[in-house]
T-cell receptor, first 114, second 109 residues
Framework: NAGVTQTPKFRILKIGQSMTLQCTQD?????MYWYRQDPGMGLKLIYY???????DKGEVPNGYNVSRSTTEDFPLRLELAAPSQTSVYFC?????????????FGPGTRLTVT | EDQVTQSPEALRLQEGESSSLNCSYT??????LFWYRQDPGKGPEFLFT???AGEEKEKERLKATLTKKESFLHITAPKPEDSATYLC??????????FGQGTRLTINP
């Protein structure tokens, strides 16, 4: 199993541009998450999904959108990129139905908006 | 609102020098406390889950313990490869993790 994969690894955007961060998991997990991590800070939840077709906002959703059409994929869309969105973005997944709650993370996407 | 505070922010140890990292939390009804390891440029790697006060989990040189207000990650006789940032998180609701800011651990040979 590859686990959670993310693309791209790095990206530089100009202010006002848009992009989609890709996330795929091959563990058949029902829950998926997007976090951002700023230097010296903990991870902040952006959006999460409890299954295909169901998404909900986390702590810092402004400026982002998500969709989940399949169990495996959970893309994060940035519209009108701003410098405040410069961060490292992590996707994660978990299988809540087994009674365990640990989340498994991808390698991250480092985004710079200039 | 759930809060998680980790201390110290950074810790330097000599190889073989044991120590502990602290994670204090305020949560209404703990459903789970998680420890992760994060290497530079990588995603967090799951280490332990603790569910109730008094519970302990061990993995190689690491042992995690839990009380009603805090968790400790004890590192016994650490090696340079144990150098990483260690993250603590609590489960909020059924699915959201609230993270602390992490402790950056450096083990000098």
């Amino acid at each position: 199993n590859a686990g959670v994969t993310q693309t791209p690894k790095f990206r530089i955007l100009k202010i006002g541009q848009s992009m989609t961060l890709q996330c795929t998991q091959d563990m058949n997990h029902n829950y998926m998450y997007w976090y951002r991590q700023d230097p010296g800070m903990g991870l902040k939840l952006i959006y999460y999904s409890v299954g295909a077709g169901i998404t909900d906002k986390g702590e810092v959703p402004n400026g982002y959108n998500v969709s989940r059409s399949t169990t495996e994929d959970f893309p994060l869309r940035l519209e009108l990129a701003a410098p405040s969105q410069t961060s490292v973005y992590f996707c994660a997944s978990s299988q809540i139905s087994t009674g365990t709650y640990e989340q498994y993370f991808g390698p991250g996407t480092r985004l710079t908006v200039t | 609102e759930d809060q998680v505070t980790q201390s110290p922010e950074a810790l330097r140890l000599q190889e073989g020098e044991s120590s502990s990292l602290n994670c204090s939390y305020t949560v209404s009804g703990l459903r789970g406390l998680f420890w992760y390891r994060q290497d530079p440029g990588k995603g967090p790697e799951f280490l332990f889950t603790l569910y109730s006060a008094g519970e302990e989990k061990e993995k190689e040189r690491l042992k995690a313990t839990l009380t009603k207000k805090e968790s400790f990650l004890h590192i016994t006789a650490p090696k340079p490869e144990d150098s990483a940032t260690y993250l603590c998180a609590v489960l909020e609701g059924a699915q959201k993790l609230v993270f602390g800011q992490g402790t950056r651990l450096t083990i000098n040979p």
